[in-house]
């Protein structure tokens, strides 16, 4: 008897561990109570329409954004690489919430499992790259403030080293659910946002965010605190020369409108 206990509790966790590979898109949703529409609303007409032409308008603005910095050799510094990757990622959004509206509404529900995982696979990846990258030029432009430089003298080699570790990071963790981190073999952890995913992984993903996004805030905070006390001892000073005044607007302009664009990767996201 004292044998067959392992063998029986093998057995128990076996079943415990049963995973759902071959169900629908449908059952995981009805597991997780999400609604999934069969036919189309007028609701889900119009957030198609408009999220077509909302990706068109990224791709397109996108697309001449990293254009101007490929040909204009002005912008061969650091910070325009770093923008230009930031361009690429928005650019690799607009193409993922394109692929989104195209298999979304009714025709989620005709999805198989691993369709549905590219999907979000793609906006998550997306948004990732975008956020990770708005905290390398968040960084890079705290040294250059500090340094009362324009732009960086950071080098070409260790820009496109630092792109390369951005789009590493984000494949990672876009493409962790799908090899493995999901709920197929627990569906007592699915998501109701996302059925296939575990919670655990999207508080794991939120929390990454979040932090990301908070460590740009502390960054930038100290920014405008340096710069706010620079100028005022410098305007004390009989021989402090325009230029520099000008050097410093600049940088808190740049600064401003990097932060004010955090958020512009994540709108419209949220999918069935």
């Known amino acids: ?39 189309w609303r007028t609701k889900d007409v119009l957030v198609v329409a408009l999220g077509l032409t909302v990706s068109v308008i990224v791709l397109l603005t996108n697309l001449l954004v990293i254009t101007a910095i490929i040909i204009n050799r002005r912008f061969h510094y650091p910070i325009y690489y ?30 198989s499992l691993k369709t549905w995982f590219i999907r979000q696979s793609l906006l998550d990846t997306s ?22 430089q324009l732009h960086s003298k950071m080098s070409n080699q260790r820009v496109m080293i630092l792109i390369f570790c951005i789009w590493v990071t984000a494949l990672l963790l876009g493409l962790i659910p799908s090899y493995g981190w999901h709920c197929l073999c627990a569906l007592e952890k699915c998501s109701s946002m996302a059925p296939l995913y575990s919670r655990s992984y999207l508080t794991f993903w939120a929390i990454s965010n979040l932090v990301i996004f908070l460590i740009m805030v502390v960054v930038y905070t100290h920014i405008f605190i340096y710069v706010k006390r620079k100028m005022t001892r410098m305007s004390k000073h009989t021989s402090f020369h325009p230029r520099y005044k000008e050097t410093m ?11 004010m664009t955090f958020c512009c990767p994540g709108l419209c996201m949220n999918s069935e």
């Open 1 to 39: 008897c004292a044998a067959l206990t392992p063998l029986s509790s093998l057995f128990r966790t076996a079943a415990m561990k049963h995973c759902f590979y071959n169900e629908t898109v449908g059952f995981f949703y009805n597991n997780s109570r999400k609604e999934l529409t069969t036919y």
């Open 82 to 111: 770093l923008l230009g990757n930031l361009a690429a990622a928005d650019l690799f959004a607009g193409i993922a919430y394109m692929f989104l509206m195209f298999h979304t509404g009714p025709r989620t529900a005709e999805l």
């Open 127 to 148: 948004l990732t790259a975008s956020v990770v990258n708005l905290l390398a030029i968040a960084v890079e432009r705290h040294q250059t403030v500090f340094t009362m």
């Open 249 to 259: 607007i600049s940088l808190v302009k740049t600064v401003t409108i990097i932060l």
